[in-house]
């Protein structure tokens, strides 16, 4: 049955998958066939080959995701290796497919080297690939695989899978997948309640347990309560709730919306620094908040967890602070400003004490979009923000002049921490993509058929762009910027197409939705 399976997926893979849709060809795969030719150049020993070598690399490419076009020239080549590398990681195993944290193997794997610690990153960058055969599968694995295994990896590291799940919903509108994983997924969410919820209802964590060894405001053994686990057990709860309202599970519904609302108002009670102006770890061992701002603070947007209120949105001034968390090279793990920043590591081991994780700075962004996009009260942000920050974050995947993608990095010089480890060539474990396609332009998942685009770039920094053949509720969209209509020749302005038809257009680079 498995060897069925793959041969079906080479099928899909040879002939096309999702071929009967009608595709635009206004940006073609000649671009894409040039940088993979590039990428290949520059891992001509491919030391680890996974389910697609290098060899096939464009053929899958071509096949799988949205194709872009834009006058940018880094953030296009950064979109393109980031797809090229994610390839690198999506393993063949006799339980399915997976996709790998590390190209090579590490000692604090699980089964078949599978690592739990970016997996919401995981689903949300390939929710948009057109085969989601291969994230079914891994999504399977951590559910039911990884359990039953004599070391078990899932929860060595805080998780906002449900949030991910529902997330990929919005996407497929597979309501299937839904129906078949809705309560292992419910009795996994009581499974962390077990394991780290306090008396007070919140929850604890280690910061090596949320992938964030050695920062200022955690330890290895001090039961924090953390922005970070405390919003994605928000985010998971909301997502159960609103699963559980699809499946018509009225019961579980009301149960996850309880847990939601009291882990929002929670969070704004109990991790909120007024004095600071901040959302911050609360120490186990004085009850007192941490004194150190950290970026695990913005994370309560990334599932837009905080009130639509001035003093909340004030926090993000440290954003563009440079003695708060603007460098150089991107966004710093904690503020700048603090006597123990950078103080933990000598770059062999991790350390979240201010150095730049990608890891962080995806989550930063996508918060950072969406307070621009769903909260009135904005402090001083605007997308001109977002856009510096996501270049920054693009510029950063480089060593020695050559492109790179590694664990972390020297905030004034962008100098990777563990230099050429070959571990953390190709790390996997942030995402860039999705931010490119759900936020810069700004294709926002839904329920219904409207389709909403709301992007954070303006014509006074792109006169033209095309994001070609996304594969969204079963149709392949494509969304055409045409400033002066003589970039693709089909008239001026914005145009939606869904399967090669034209649904929508405006005069304007602007929040549009459509009907489709």
Known sequence: MYIKKILSLWGCILLGYGSVAQKTNFVGTKTLATAVERYNALDKDEAVINFIPNAQSYNWLAQNIPLLDCPDSLIQEIYYYRWWALRKHLKQTPDGFIFTEFITKVNHAGKHNAISSALGHHIYETRWLRNQQYTDDYIRFWLYVDPKHNVQRFHAFSSWIDDAVYQRYLVNLDK??????LQTLVADYKKWEEERQLPNGMFYQFDVKDAMEESISGGRKDKNIRPTINSYMYANAKSLARMAELLGDANTQKIFTDKANFLRKAVEDTLWDNKASFFKVKLEKTKAFSDAREAIGFIPWYFNLPEDKANYAKQWSQLTDTLGFKAKWGITTAERRHPLFRTHGSGHGCEWDGPLWPYATTQTLKALSNLLNNYKHKGDMTPQVFYDELKKYAFSHQMNGKLYLGEYQDEKNGEWLKGDNPRSKFYNHSAYADLIISDL??????????????????????????LENISYHGKLITILWDETGKKYNKGKGLQVFADGKLIGKSKKLKKVRFNF
Do not use: T
Not at 176 to 181: G, R
Not at 450 to 462: A, G, H, R, T
């Open 441 to 466: 332009i700004g294709l926002k998942p839904r329920e219904d058929q409207v389709l909403e685009i709301s992007p954070l770039i303006s014509n006074k920094q792109w006169a033209w762009f095309c």
């Open 176 to 181: 299937s997948f839904l129906e078949k994983n």
